[in-house]
C-alpha cells in the first residue's frame, strides 16, 4: 500500500492505488469496459466488440451490449470505435425538390413533384396516385364504389327542378308534382310525371310511357275539336270503369267527349295502368 503522511492531522493517510495491491482487488479484461462490484472491487466485461456500449441495468452490474435496432425505419451499424444511425428509408431524394404541390414516391429513393390547379379537389384513384378534379357550378364529388369519384351534377326527377349556381344548388318543386304540355300535333309519347292537353283539329294519340314504377301518374285533359285516345305499348294494359283493355299495342281508351279528362296510376311497374279519376265516357278496346 502507498502512504503519505498528513501533517494537519499528524497521521498517515492511505493514497492511490499502487501495482500488486491496494485493499481493491479484482480482475481486469484488456480492452474491457470496468465497472466496481462492491466497496473495493472491481472487475471489467469482456473485450468491447465493435459498437459495444457499457449499459446499465438499475440494481444490477452494468452489461456491454450494443443498441437495438428496430424492426423497420432506423438502421445501425457498428464500427471500431463508431455507432453509425441511417433512416432504412433514404429521405435523401427529397432534397432538392422545389415549389409546391403533391409529392410522389416514384421509387425506392427518389420523389417528384407535381404541381395543383387553382380551385382543383385531389382524389386517389386505382392506380394509388393522386389526381385533381376540376368542379364547376353545383357540381359535386359522387363517389362511385371500386372506382374513382368523379364530379356530377344532381339528377332533376319528376316534379323536381335543380338549379346549380356559383357555390350552390337550388333544389325546388316544379308545381304541383306534375308538369304539363300542350299537345298541338297529332301523337305525343307521354313520360310519366306529366299531364297533357291534347289540342288539335284531328284526333291526337298519346302513347303510355315505355317504363313506369308503381305509383307513377299522367294525366290527359282534352281541348281540341278533334279529341284523343290513349295507346299502349307491348305488354300494356288500362284498367277503367270495370273494365281492361287489350294487352299490347292493338289495346287503347278513346273518350266518347273531346274535352273529357283522365288520371292514370301505374299499378304494376311499366305494364300496368289503373284509371284514379275521369270526366266523360270511354269507349275501352
Do not use: H
Amino acid at each position: 500500500m502507498a502512504y503519505k503522511y498528513n501533517p494537519f492531522t499528524g497521521t498517515l493517510d492511505r493514497v492511490g492505488v499502487s501495482a500488486g495491491g491496494s485493499g481493491i482487488s479484482g480482475t481486469l479484461t484488456a480492452n474491457g469496459a470496468v465497472y466496481a462490484t462492491g466497496v473495493s472491487t472491481i472487475t471489467s466485461t469482456a473485450a468491447l466488440t465493435d459498437g459495444q456500449l457499457l449499459i446499465g441495468d438499475t440494481g444490477s452490474n452494468p452489461v456491454a451490449g450494443t443498441l437495438t435496432q428496430p424492426a423497420s425505419g432506423i438502421t445501425i451499424t457498428n464500427g471500431a470505435g463508431s455507432i453509425t444511425f441511417a433512416l432504412a428509408d433514404d429521405l435523401a431524394g427529397l432534397e432538392g425538390l422545389t415549389g409546391t404541390g403533391v409529392v410522389t414516391r416514384t421509387s425506392a429513393n427518389s420523389y417528384a413533384t407535381s404541381s395543383i390547379a387553382n380551385n382543383q379537389v385531389l382524389i386517389g384513384d386505382s392506380g394509388n396516385v393522386v389526381q385533381q378534379v376540376g368542379l364547376s357550378n353545383g357540381e359535386l364529388l359522387i363517389g362511385d364504389t371500386g372506382g374513382t369519384p368523379v364530379g356530377a351534377t344532381l339528377t332533376a326527377g319528376a316534379g323536381i327542378s335543380i338549379t346549380n349556381g356559383a357555390g350552390s344548388i337550388t333544389v325546388a318543386s316544379s308545381g304541383g308534382g306534375l308538369s304539363w304540355t300542350e299537345v298541338t300535333g297529332t301523337s305525343q309519347s307521354m313520360a310519366v310525371g306529366n299531364g297533357y292537353i291534347a289540342n288539335n283539329a284531328a284526333q291526337v294519340t298519346l302513347t303510355l310511357p315505355a317504363s313506369a314504377a308503381v305509383g307513377d301518374v299522367v294525366r290527359v285533359a282534352g281541348k281540341g275539336a278533334g279529341g284523343w285516345k290513349i295507346a299502349q305499348n307491348a305488354s300494356q294494359t288500362i284498367r277503367i270503369l270495370g273494365s281492361t283493355t287489350t294487352s299490347g299495342v292493338t289495346g287503347q281508351i278513346v273518350p266518347d267527349e273531346d274535352i273529357a279528362a283522365i288520371e292514370l296510376v301505374c299499378t304494376t311497374a311499366n305494364n300496368q295502368w289503373t284509371a284514379i279519376s275521369m270526366m266523360g265516357n270511354y269507349t275501352v278496346t
